[in-house]
């Protein structure tokens, strides 16, 4: 896709170091530590990368799951602060979500800390059901809200 000098395009595993380089000051706290390697090298065919003449403007990451054929996940979404409230994150979710029903994929799922409530909003208005808060979903303390939306064939 590309929309006024702003291209979106597959992932590849070489654009980790840029988007590394990023997160925490995007996101205004430390979150590189919940963003391996290992999501670029393995599911950049399945990410997306957001870029105006040459910058990063905003990245998806997400997979499809090979355990669960009806499942896509969406694991980290971020865009640049210039980017905000222009529509690219919906963009990106909505690309996503084409990319999953291309593959017979029929749910799209993601988590979020109780605390985000930026990050709630935008998925309740993504159409994504949210769970309550689920206790120690991701460890001792680390509770979080589980999205979950329903997609068509």
Do not use: C
């Not at 222009?86 to 109780?114: M, N």
């Not at 994504?128 to 997609?151: K, N």
């Amino acid at each position: 896709m590309e929309d006024g000098g702003l291209t979106v395009r597959p992932a590849r595993p070489a654009d980790f170091d840029t988007i590394i380089a990023v997160v925490d000051d995007w996101w205004g706290r430390a979150m590189s530590a919940g963003l391996p390697r290992l999501f670029l090298d393995h599911f950049f065919g399945t990410s997306l990368i957001a870029e105006h003449d040459g910058e990063l403007a905003g990245f998806l990451i997400g997979f499809l799951s090979p355990s669960k054929p009806q499942d896509a996940y969406i694991h980290f979404a971020a865009v640049a602060p210039a980017w905000r409230r222009t529509g690219l994150a919906r963009s990106l979710y909505e690309q996503f979500f084409d990319l999953a029903r291309h593959d017979g994929r029929t749910v799209v799922k993601a988590i979020t800390s109780p605390q985000n409530g930026r990050s709630i909003a935008f998925h309740r208005a993504m159409g994504f059901t949210a769970s309550d808060p689920v206790r120690d979903y991701d460890g001792p303390s680390l509770d979080r809200v589980v999205f979950v939306r329903e997609i068509a064939l």
